[in-house]
């Protein structure tokens, strides 16, 4: 009897033995590989990132490089995503229970529900599929950019600018790889028709604060397109037919035209055969967010959507931490990743990216950013209950905007014109000054500064800034009473 337990203790043991090996052995060859798949994904981007840079550094003339150069985009910031996971996975998860204890005491909670953060049981299959995933899309776009290389090897090279530098600093316009080449292509081809002619038109077309402007504005600027064009106009609907003729008659000149509405089509016929007597290879581009413009076009229109999730998380992350390494503040990186989502969710807008990373920014700190991120979700939920849409929404449709939530004091604030003057009599303090420091506030009616461009055309996003003590307890009432309803943005 004594044998034979002493037989199965031993069996017991030696099977005990070989399964902590086992396991010992799986966990060395995951990390292993996923050590691996970091090495391969890192030498892939930097790659991809090579390529975009010398492409966006030349004068691209071919729709299928465009379009490569699209692809290969797409890829590499998805790879960074997958990279940063990878890279970041182990601090993350100790960070796990921080964030859990933060989400529950977080009262954006109880207001808000974001399609991107539902929970959902993510399995090891689903960790392993990803990084999979992006490291063969990523290794299928650079193998197939051989012959894209060599053509750009012939294609010209630009002058280079302070602001064109990539990423290295803050002056750049980021992205829109093929659609800027697209626009350079169409300024400096060269179409000189015999006879009467109608000038290129060119609709490029875009939702609110996706870029439209930034981008017509960085094509203008470029040394090849000054120099072909003897005069730049930027023009709106309510001056179309006050061009001055005796000034702009001469030369091969490039019409800028930005619509808020739509155009009668007799009144664009109207302007046709006034502008046939510029010069021969004058040009005409079209901005505007209404799709019904894109007729008037003489060649494909430019669409510029919202920039993709990867994409957006790219750029944020660029802008908030700046020369800051995020891999030694892998919480912030976490929640930068959760403000991504919210700035998806509210259309994507480059105007709201550029706000919240200019006041992250000051202060890198975790407490510091799930507060202003807690407030942004409240000053959502507020506008929400209070007025029927979220802040972006209300800012394109010209309506007050709640911010109580960050300045701790009922104001609503409207949009200036872009064009429009500022009351020189009228303080101004800028939301970095007022989110820190709600004292700064002035007691009467100011000008609050969301965020200025510091590249072309450098716009200041200024609001005028008014108190509304009288809906208070209307507001706080409809917040409280429905506390407890999802609504999402």
């Not at 200019?358 to 407030?375: A, E, G, T």
Request: contains cysteine; aromatic residues 8%.
């Amino acid at each position: 009897m004594e044998v034979a337990i002493s037989a199965v203790t031993g069996e017991l043991v030696s099977r005990f033995i070989s399964f902590l090996m086992n396991k010992y052995h799986s966990s060395s060859h995951a990390q292993s590989e996923e050590k691996n798949r970091v090495e391969r994904l890192q030498h892939l981007l930097m790659r991809a990132g090579t390529i975009i840079e010398e492409a966006d550094a030349r004068y691209l003339t071919n729709f299928g490089m465009m379009m490569q150069l699209k692809t290969l985009s797409e890829a590499m910031y998805r790879g960074h995503r997958v990279h940063d996971t990878l890279r970041y996975r182990s601090a993350l998860q100790d960070s796990a229970n921080f964030d859990e204890v933060n989400r529950n005491n977080s009262s954006s909670s109880l207001y808000l529900a974001i399609p991107h953060k539902r929970s959902r049981k993510i399995t090891d299959k689903d960790e392993d599929l990803e990084p999979r995933g992006a490291l063969e899309s990523l290794e299928k776009a650079v193998a197939n950019m051989a012959e894209f290389v060599v053509l750009l090897g012939g294609c010209e090279r630009m002058s280079c600018r302070p602001y064109d530098v990539y990423l290295y600093t803050e002056n750049f316009m980021f992205g829109r790889h093929s659609e800027k080449q697209r626009l350079l292509s169409f300024l400096l081809q060269h179409n000189d028709p015999s006879g009467d002619y109608a000038p290129a038109v060119l609709p490029v077309i875009g939702g609110t604060a996706v870029g439209k402007k930034t981008l017509v504005a960085h094509a203008c600027a470029d040394e090849r397109v000054r120099s072909r064009f003897s005069s730049i106009l930027h023009l709106n609907a309510d001056n179309l037919m006050r061009i001055d003729q005796g000034r702009t008659m001469f030369g091969m000149m490039l019409l800028v035209i930005e619509f808020a509405s739509d155009v009668d089509d007799d009144e664009w016929k109207k302007f046709q055969s006034f502008v046939m007597r510029m010069g021969r290879g004058s040009k005409i581009i079209i901005i505007s967010r209404l799709q019904r413009l894109a007729r008037f076009g003489s060649v494909k229109p430019v669409f510029l959507s919202i920039l993709s999730y990867d994409e957006l998380r790219y750029l944020f992350k660029t802008l908030v931490f700046g020369s800051v390494d995020p891999a030694g503040h892998p919480r912030l990186a976490q929640t930068a990743d959760e403000f991504t989502k919210v700035l998806l969710n509210m259309q994507g807008s480059l105007v709201a990216t550029n706000i919240f990373a200019d006041l992250l920014r000051m202060n890198l700190d975790v407490q510091f950013w799930r507060s202003i991120l807690d407030k942004g979700l409240r000053m959502v939920k507020r506008n929400i209950l209070m007025y029927g849409a979220n802040p972006t929404m209300l800012e394109q449709q010209g309506q007050p905007v709640d911010i109580t939530d960050f300045a701790l004091h009922p104001l609503s604030m409207t949009r200036y014109p872009i064009k429009a003057s500022i009351k020189e009599d009228l303080p101004s303090v800028t939301l970095g000054e007022l989110v820190p420091d709600p004292s700064v506030r002035p007691k009467e009616d100011f000008i609050l500064v969301l965020w200025e461009s510091r590249i072309p055309p450098h716009n200041s996003f200024s609001h005028f800034v008014t108190s509304h003590v009288q809906d208070t307890h209307k507001g706080s009432s409809a917040l409280l009473g429905r506390k407890r309803r999802e609504v999402p943005i």
